[in-house]
């Protein structure tokens, strides 16, 4: 009896594992066939964005360093996938809703589906930078450093993206909150300013920011000769596995009766 229980929770993991990759791909194939150039806009905004950023921080603010480029570049890359995973778990759900009538597919393999796209953005896009450092010899890229980083910021974005799809389904007014969250986490979380240009009394408080810290940590990882800050990371993947053990808990508790609040 209990081999056949084994039996049946391993069938069910590998059936949810495939729905999770055929709804991915799937996802990934519909953001590609929506625009004419498909895929080179997953490349071009982060590129785009940089070039805007290093005209305001180099031709106005007059800063300007060796490898200004790239560590606008790098922290773009980490904010834009944390922005759009977890701003995108808004509407994670509602394509369930639709399904639900002819197929039934747990909710948040919709959460996960969408955060995995993301992440395949983020991996061709450190792909391209990690071509381009070595290329041109202006950062020290570290591959076991960037996977570390790379881990904790797709578990903490898989957390985050559950909770934010769970109550955007209950109160869908909560979209406009997350909204305007990233728009101050974009100015406050060391996009365009290095750690060392905060005061040195604010430099734990702003490491506490998740942001800050994964787009600080992702920098050294790719472009300084320095070694990342373990002890916040690993306080980080702590509280990432509590919130996404909350909100996994509550997306299949509530999993039935979502559609209620969404329909």
Known sequence: MRKTNQASTISQVITALEY???????????????????????L????????????????VMGRRTQDTAVFLLVGLLMFRFLQTAISGACTSIIPAIGLSNRLYIPKHAFVIRDVLAEMLKLFIGILLLFM?????????????????????????????????????????????????????????????????????EWKNLFLMNPFALLMHELRIAMIYPDSLNLNLLGNLILISLAMGVIGYFWLVRLDRSLPKYVL
């Open 132 to 200: 381009g450092i070595s290329l041109f010899d202006i950062g020290h890229f570290s591959i076991l450093q960037t996977l570390i980083v790379t881990f904790v910021a797709v578990l903490f974005t898989l957390a985050s993206a559950s909770i934010v799809a769970l109550v955007t389904a209950i109160i869908p007014d909560f979209r406009l909150i997350v909204g305007y969250t990233f728009r101050a986490l974009f100015f406050v979380s060391g996009t365009f300013f290095s750690l060392e240009r905060v005061p040195e």
């Open 20 to 42: 999770i990759c055929r709804l991915t791909v799937v996802q990934i194939r519909q953001s590609v066939k929506n625009y004419t150039f498909g895929i080179v806009w997953w």
């Open 44 to 59: 071009a905004d982060p590129v785009i964005n940089t070039v805007i950023l290093y005209l305001v921080t180099v031709v």
